[in-house]
T-cell receptor, first 109, second 114 residues
Framework: KNQVEQSPQSLIILEGKNCTLQCNYTVSPFSNLRWYKQDTGRGPVSLTIMTFSENTKSNGRYTATLDADTKQSSLHITASQLSDSASYICVVSSKDMRFGAGTRLTVKP | SQTIHQWPATLVQPVGSPLSLECTVEGTSNPNLYWYRQAAGRGLQLLFYSVGIGQISSEVPQNLSASRPQDRQFILSSKKLLLSDSGFYLC?????????????FGPGTRLTVT
């Protein structure tokens, strides 16, 4: 069983709408949690990184939250754009790094 | 600023042929280097990581090997490719002693084994 579970597996939204992606993890001990954006056929690019003491981190229209007690994180995208279409990967670091399988987001005009 | 390069960008190889993928990093010294594989619709799988020249750790036993002949060069190899080696291969680097903090990924190599 993967120690980092992401949901939904895929998501389709209309341009301009908001959406929230979820990441639940069982990794322990916890070091940090990162969200990456991966365009098709490209390498992942970091969006946010949060340590244990941080519960919110923003990067433009992207806002990540972390609840270390419940071991849950979310990535909220505001006013989506066509360029937001990509896979979003949650990565939790412990003694090593654990990757979620990603959420495939498609933004339609 | 730091940059990471991978080549080739795409590769189609027959089963049983050898493989060599190269990754180089610029603008940093003594980086930690990583090779990942991403199968279609799957998450990233760490294959190898290196904390220095000649120091390679393997995460998953497999048909592949890695080498680090120079400080900022990381090579992924195979003597005989299998169909199951097809996938998207990503190289990444992180600052020394901060391997769990931030990793920066290269553009990737799409490998198709036929």
């Amino acid at each position: 069983k993967n120690q980092v579970e992401q949901s939904p597996q895929s998501l389709i939204i209309l341009e301009g709408k908001n959406c929230t992606l979820q990441c639940n993890y069982t990794v322990s001990p916890f070091s940090n949690l990162r969200w990456y954006k991966q365009d098709t056929g490209r390498g992942p690019v970091s969006l946010t990184i949060m340590t244990f003491s941080e519960n919110t981190k923003s990067n433009g229209r992207y806002t990540a939250t972390l609840d270390a007690d419940t071991k849950q994180s979310s990535l909220h995208i505001t006013a989506s754009q066509l360029s937001d279409s990509a896979s979003y990967i949650c990565v939790v670091s412990s003694k090593d790094m654990r990757f979620g399988a990603g959420t495939r987001l498609t933004v339609k005009p | 600023s730091q940059t990471i390069h991978q080549w080739p960008a795409t590769l189609v190889q027959p089963v049983g042929s050898p493989l060599s993928l190269e990754c180089t990093v610029e603008g940093t010294s003594n980086p930690n280097l990583y090779w990942y594989r991403q199968a279609a619709g799957r998450g990233l799988q760490l294959l190898f990581y290196s904390v220095g020249i000649g120091q390679i750790s393997s995460e998953v036993p497999q048909n592949l090997s890695a080498s680090r002949p120079q400080d900022r060069q990381f090579i992924l190899s195979s003597k005989k490719l299998l169909l199951s080696d097809s996938g998207f291969y990503l190289c990444a680097w992180s600052a020394p002693l901060l391997s769990h903090y931030e990793q920066y990924f290269g553009p990737g190599t799409r490998l198709t084994v036929t």
